[in-house]
């Protein structure tokens, strides 16, 4: 990786560093063309995201002391996919008009669908599953309706974890090719805490496979590769709702950072609690190392 060139992006090139002259030079057209969200979500946006903690605490504490609800009261943890896909799209909201927020959420839900109702009726391209019925009620009887929700948080928030590390670069030619990549692997470093959570804490989903197939935590290493596949097609369909074409400056955003450490810490918590210590130190160690070029970037 080179150091930062003054030469501008192909792919994704933030929203000022396309013309950097325009906000110093025209602050009433920097003011006028803010997102058409920007002003009305912001307030929305803080009650979701305290809506959000408070329903990720509740998890984490029944998580941490074992309790066990009933059916009826798993809808305690349904409330933390909700909050975190609401959250995820107001901050999103922020700096994107609203039609390129919906029509981000509904590709990223969409394709998504399709990627993992393929996969569990075929087994491409993750390999041979079926899903429990922890996480609620199946979508034509095929996916449970919280994965979509889910994968909406992971290519949303992974996608601002990549950003931030990626912006001593930002200006470089394959600046959005990196941020893409990045994106790609930092939700398979989420899957390598998500597959024993989901096999051995809450049994989300149960792998087909025989016992000599290698595995991590019974999930097949080529479930991995699903994983690194799947964000790469929905990112190449969806990154031109994602990108701002308007040239302002703005803050930087910490939110992706702070909900994509908070869901892996939650199942890191959940592995922690049943001795998967290996899945713990690796979920740990590469987030760790993640949010520490994450806010290296955003201090640069």
Not at 154 to 170: D, E, F, K, S, Y
Not at 201 to 216: H, K, L
Request: aromatic share 12%; with cysteine.
């Amino acid at each position: 990786m080179s150091s930062p060139a003054h030469n501008r992006s192909l792919t994704d090139v933030p929203d000022f560093e396309k013309r950097p002259d325009v906000a110093t030079t025209r602050p009433a057209l920097a003011s006028s063309t803010r997102p058409v969200l920007a002003a009305d979500v912001e307030g929305w946006h803080k009650s979701i995201f305290i809506l959000f903690l408070i329903a990720w605490v509740v998890n984490w504490v029944l998580l941490l002391l074992r309790v066990e609800l009933p059916p009826e009261g798993r809808r305690v943890e349904a409330l933390l996919p909700l909050f975190a896909t609401a959250t995820t799209l107001l901050a999103l909201g922020r700096r994107l008009p609203l039609q390129n927020v919906l029509m981000a959420a509904a590709l990223i839900a969409g394709i998504s669908f399709v990627i993992t109702a393929v996969g569990a009726m075929s087994g491409v391209p993750f390999g041979p599953f079926v899903y429990g019925t922890a996480l609620g009620e199946p979508v034509f009887g095929v996916v449970p309706w919280s994965i979509p929700l889910l994968w909406v948080v992971l290519v949303i928030n992974g996608r601002g974890v990549a950003r931030l590390i990626m912006r001593p670069w930002r200006k470089t030619n394959y600046y959005g090719f990196w941020v893409i990549g990045l994106t790609c692997a930092l939700i398979v470093l989420f899957d390598l805490g998500l597959e024993p959570f989901a096999a051995h804490v809450r049994q989300y989903w149960f792998w087909q496979i025989g016992e000599s197939v290698p595995a991590w935590h019974t999930a097949p290493w080529v479930n991995f590769l699903g994983w690194f596949i799947t964000p790469l097609g929905i990112m190449a369909f969806t990154m031109p709702w994602l990108i701002n074409k308007q040239p302002i400056k703005q803050p930087i955003d910490y939110h992706p950072l702070v909900v994509w450490l908070l869901m892996n810490l939650w199942l890191a918590t959940g592995n922690a609690v049943e001795g998967l210590w290996l899945a713990v130190g690796a979920s740990v160690l590469g987030n760790a190392i993640a949010a520490a070029y994450a806010i290296r970037g955003a201090r640069w």
